[in-house]
Nanobody, 132 residues
Framework: HVQLVESGGGSVQAGGSLRLSCAAS????????VGWFRQAPGKEREGVAAIYNARGMTWYADSVKGRFTISQDNAKNTAYLQMDALKSEDSAMYYC??????????????????????????WGQGTQVTVS
């Protein structure tokens, strides 16, 4: 049984930074790709970044490219989302998620330019980010 727990959300002024963390516990050996999604009120959940650390592969949505950085520390079983130059439109609940297909998933994401919520099996509870 794997659990993901996000932390690091909060309120920040436009132009500021936050770093979100996603700590995994349990049988983490099966986890391959980790993704960050966000959902604003009244909007669909959208993928913003993904990482397959074993191959050093990352992907970013155009809306966050150049401002957000995804990383992973395997020794700590923790993934991070560094968010810089935050904008009001970045305000949302942020979720981390994980899946077990690895490179096939990352190739799919990089080819399609899209992260599908259905492709990720394990989800955290979310952390709120508010940018004013």
């Amino acid at each position: 049984h794997v659990q993901l727990v996000e932390s690091g959300g909060g309120s920040v002024q436009a132009g500021g930074s936050l770093r979100l963390s996603c700590a995994a516990s349990g049988n983490t050996d099966s986890l391959k790709c980790v993704g960050w999604f966000r959902q604003a009120p009244g909007k669909e959940r959208e993928g913003v970044a993904a990482i397959y650390n074993a191959r050093g592969m990352t992907w970013y949505a155009d809306s966050v490219k150049g401002r957000f950085t995804i990383s992973q520390d395997n020794a700590k079983n923790t993934a991070y989302l560094q968010m810089d130059a935050l904008k009001s439109e970045d305000s949302a609940m942020y979720y981390c998620a994980a899946e077990d297909r690895g490179i096939r998933r990352m190739n799919q994401i990089q080819t399609s330019g899209f992260m599908d919520t259905g492709d990720f099996d394990i989800w955290g509870q979310g952390t709120q980010v508010t940018v004013s």
